[in-house]
């Protein structure tokens, strides 16, 4: 994720949603560290914040994010697939307001969360992309996301921020387009 982050530019033309599995009683070091790696800003999500073009939102520890149309909200309802934050919660919220708009991104994970989500979003319209699980640290994130979205495109991680700049550029008209 660092990597990738980190090879946007500032002034990165729509926001980003981080939804990454970590314990409940996770402290703030993964904010600070992606502070580090990347020019944009980044936040830990508040239930409500703006949803914010050049800004990467991270979804806090133990609870989901629900993408609402210019904001972001934040639920405590059960685990999916024992996680919360879960991906797909957040993918499916994102696909469901911004339809079209909507890229999700797979990145290295060890449980198939996400999957469903990715499905859905390209269902509506929007864009799938999947580290190939050739470059993943671990790849079963990646392998369940390609089996449930055949369609989306798998890339290297070192070719997954151009590709997203391109789609940014694509879509610069689309003010309301949204990477998760």
């Not at 500032?10 to 996770?26: A, L, M, T």
């Not at 904010?31 to 020019?39: E, G």
């Not at 909507?102 to 979003?121: F, Q």
């Not at 369940?144 to 610069?172: C, D, F, H, M, Y």
């Amino acid at each position: 994720m660092m990597k990738l982050l980190g090879a946007l530019p500032e002034g990165f033309p729509i926001p980003i949603v981080v939804v990454q599995h970590r314990s409940k009683d996770s402290d703030k070091l993964l904010v600070q560290l992606l502070k580090d790696a990347t020019p944009l800003n980044v936040s830990e999500v508040e239930d409500k914040d703006a949803l914010l073009a050049g800004m990467v939102h991270i979804a806090p520890a133990n609870y989901h994010v629900l993408i609402e149309a210019g904001h972001l909200s934040l639920t405590t309802e059960e685990p999916v697939r024992f996680s919360r934050p879960s991906i797909d919660v957040m993918f499916t919220s994102a696909a469901d307001v911004y339809r079209s708009e909507t890229i999700g991104i797979i990145l290295t994970g060890a449980n198939e969360d996400g999957a469903s989500g990715l499905a859905h979003i390209v269902k509506r319209g929007g864009r799938g992309l999947i580290q190939d699980p050739k470059t993943a640290e671990i790849p079963i994130m990646p392998i369940a996301a390609i089996q449930a979205v055949p369609s989306a495109e798998v890339l290297p991680l070192t070719k997954l921020a151009s590709r997203l700049l391109e789609l940014s550029g694509e879509n610069a008209k689309l003010a309301g387009r949204t990477a998760v």
